[in-house]
Each structure stands twice: as structure tokens, then as C-alpha cells.
């Protein structure tokens, strides 16, 4: 942006950018859910009492999971997540450019410290959306585990259930705020994802063509812990000698102390080859400017 001291900001227009955002998101996130599918379950795997693991390593978990459930097994859950995720990545990404606009100096500039800030606020925005979304996804996605350890335990093995289904059964057993358990975990994920991401992808993309390559990863492997301790505290459904969470600090000293610190990192290879690629993605068709080619706007950049 031209640095003259009678620059005026242009007048911002909000709708392509929420336009973009979404289609940005369904895009990005049909690509990279079965990479999703296998970090939801090697997040809520336990160490059994002899040092057991259901799942080796990643490319374990997917074998596992291709084998037992097939091709359209490696997307459940997607349906959830694609339906909202238009919402979820067209507030994240148009929340953010709206907070720099506001935030930039009279000369269209923005400090890294405003930069950090919108992208915190950005990220809050998205929580509020994220939560409902991933506690159902993630039932779905752990679905599959949980019954798989059923099986070898000689358990019975519950019946799948559809969105819908878990949805009802939620709302009728915790009631509206029951979609919004792990709020606070959630929370912590996103505006530290955030407020991370959105500077470094503004500064890398001045000289490279993969920033929300890079941005992403490194904004992935930074807030592992607190995703997940969201998606323990997220499933409902627990698998033989697993646990419910009463909150956020219970998780995290349970966690540390029967598995260990490294626990806290688990699934974070998994997360940062799922984000890189996903926010690589989502970044280049958001800057597509689709919807402003559609909608006759000129197109805005506030990065």
C-alpha cells in the first residue's frame, strides 16, 4: 500500500470476502479431511495399562482405517464439516481482513502487533462456529476407533449414527450449551492459531508462493496441545478404560500424568501435514477473488 500521507483507505466490501472465504473452505477441506479422519484418532488414542497402542503411528491409523472402513470410511464426518465449514472459514478469513482494515495507520499499513491482534479476534469469531461443528465431526470421525476397540475387547459394538441422530441425542441430554463443550480449549487452539498465522502468512507472502504453506504448518505444531485437549474434551463417546473431562486444566494433568508430556503433541506430524496443505489451499483460492469476478467488485487485499 502507497505510504503518502494523503492515502485514504478504499471502502471495504465485506460480502465477496465472506463468499470467498467459504467456497475457500469447502475446497481446501474436501482435499485434506481423510488426513483430518486419522489425527482425530490418533489424538483420543489412550496407552493401555501395558503400554499398548491401538494405532502405531499415522500411516498406521490410516492403513487401519482404509482396511475396516473403506474409501468413504476415510470421510466421515465430512458432511458436518464441509456444511459448516463455509460459515467457519468465510468468518476466520473475512473477520481478519475487516480487523486489519480497522486497525491499519492512516497510510494503509499495519504493525505486527495490530497484525497479531486482528488475527486473535479473527480467530475468537471463529470459535464460536468451530465449536459445534468439530464436536459433532469428531464423534464421527471416532467412531471407527472406538469400535474397532470394542471389538478386540469382546464388547459390544454400538451402532453408527448419523449427524442428525447425534445432534438430537446431544440437544435432548445437554440441551443447546451441550454443542459448545471444550468452548474454552477451542478457544485457545484458534486465537493462538490466529494470531500466529495471519502475520507470518501476511509477511511470507511478500516473497513466497507457499506462505500458507509455512504459515499454516508452523501455526499447526505451535497450538497441538490445546487441540488436543479440545478433542479429548470433545468426545463424548469413550472407548474401554477411557475417561470424561470435568474441564480444560483436568484434561491436560490427567493427560501429562498417565501418558506423559509427549502426549500433548500427539497427532501434531498428522495436524501439520493437514494444515499445510488445507490453509495453502484455502489462501489461493480466497486471493482467487472469485467472488468479486462474479460479483463485479474490484478485488482487495488488506494483507
Known amino acids: 500500500m502507497s505510504k503518502s500521507s494523503d492515502y485514504k483507505l478504499p471502502e471495504l466490501n465485506t460480502l465477496p470476502k465472506i463468499i470467498n472465504g467459504g467456497v475457500a473452505g469447502i475446497v481446501g477441506i474436501s ?8 489425527k482425530t484418532r490418533l489424538q483420543n ?8 497402542r491401538q494405532y502405531k503411528n499415522m500411516f498406521d491409523c490410516f492403513k487401519q482405517t482404509y482396511r475396516a472402513e473403506g474409501y468413504f470410511g476415510m470421510y466421515r464426518g465430512s458432511a458436518v464439516n464441509i456444511l459448516l465449514v463455509t460459515p467457519e472459514k468465510a468468518v476466520k478469513l473475512a473477520a481478519n481482513d475487516v480487523f486489519r482494515y480497522y486497525l491499519a495507520n492512516p497510510d494503509g499499513t499495519v504493525t505486527i502487533l495490530n497484525q497479531t491482534f486482528a488475527g486473535g479476534l479473527a480467530g475468537a469469531y471463529q470459535a464460536l462456529i468451530t465449536t459445534p461443528m468439530e464436536l459433532l465431526k469428531i464423534q464421527m470421525q471416532d467412531a471407527g ?3 474397532a476397540q470394542l471389538k478386540a475387547a469382546g464388547g459390544k459394538i454400538p451402532e453408527r449414527q448419523s449427524a442428525w441422530a447425534i445432534t438430537k441425542k446431544l440437544y435432548s441430554e445437554r ?8 468452548m474454552r480449549a477451542t478457544m485457545l487452539r484458534d486465537i493462538g492459531f490466529s494470531a500466529i498465522y495471519f502475520p507470518m502468512f501476511a509477511i511470507i507472502s511478500k516473497w513466497s508462493f ?3 504453506y509455512i504459515a499454516g504448518s508452523t501455526s499447526a505444531v505451535a497450538v497441538t496441545p490445546f487441540d488436543v485437549i479440545k478433542t479429548r474434551m470433545q468426545t463424548i463417546t469413550k472407548g474401554t478404560g477411557e475417561r470424561q473431562y470435568s474441564g480444560v486444566v483436568d484434561c491436560v494433568t490427567s493427560t501429562v500424568r498417565n501418558e506423559g508430556i509427549t502426549a500433548l503433541f500427539k497427532g501434531g506430524l498428522c495436524r501439520m501435514i493437514v494444515l499445510a496443505p488445507l ?3 484455502v489462501q489461493g483460492v480466497y486471493y482467487l477473488g472469485i467472488a468479486e469476478y462474479l460479483l463485479g467488485y474490484k478485488q482487495q487485499r488488506f494483507v
Not at 31 to 38: A, I, M, N, Q, R
Not at 175 to 182: A, H
Open 31 to 38: 482435499v485434506v479431511f481423510p488426513l483430518d479422519l486419522v
Open 45 to 52: 488414542q489412550t496407552i493401555g495399562p501395558r503400554g499398548e
Open 145 to 147: 476407533r472406538i469400535a
Open 175 to 182: 440441551g443447546f450449551f451441550g454443542f459448545y463443550r471444550g
Open 210 to 212: 507457499v506462505s500458507g
Open 279 to 281: 490453509y495453502g489451499i
